[in-house]
Nanobody, 119 residues
Framework: QVQLVESGGESVQAGGTLTLSCTFS?????MAWFHQTPGKERERVAT????????QYSDFVEDRFTISRDNAKKTLYLQMTSLVPEDTGMYYC???????????????WGQGTQVTVSS
């Protein structure tokens, strides 16, 4: 069983930076951040494997966002830079014990944290 709790979401100006955190229980292999805006499906933003060696990013956030994890602290991070209004939305932490499942549809989800980027 994996439990996930996100934090760090807030309102920021365009061009600013923000770091989201997700504390987790258990030992999930793959973890990911997803982004959702009202009326749209959740979109995967970034994915990381158990050791942090393999990372994948969506085209929209590549070179602006960095995913990392500290297994000793049981915390997943998403460092967000050069924020734009389109980054506004709920950010969810997700996890699974299989990479493909993590990419397509993780089994475990947090409650989400809201990020608002104003121009």
């Amino acid at each position: 069983q994996v439990q996930l709790v996100e934090s760090g979401g807030e309102s920021v100006q365009a061009g600013g930076t923000l770091t989201l955190s997700c504390t987790f229980s258990g030992d999930p292999d793959c973890m990911a951040w997803f982004h959702q805006t009202p009326g749209k499906e959740r979109e995967r933003v970034a994915t990381i494997d158990s050791r942090g060696a393999l990372k994948q990013y969506s085209d929209f956030v590549e070179d602006r966002f960095t995913i990392s994890r500290d297994n000793a602290k049981k915390t997943l991070y998403l460092q967000m830079t050069s924020l734009v209004p389109e980054d506004t939305g709920m950010y969810y932490c997700a996890a699974d014990f299989d990479w493909n499942s993590c990419v397509r549809g993780p089994a475990y989800w947090g409650q989400g944290t809201q990020v608002t980027v104003s121009s």
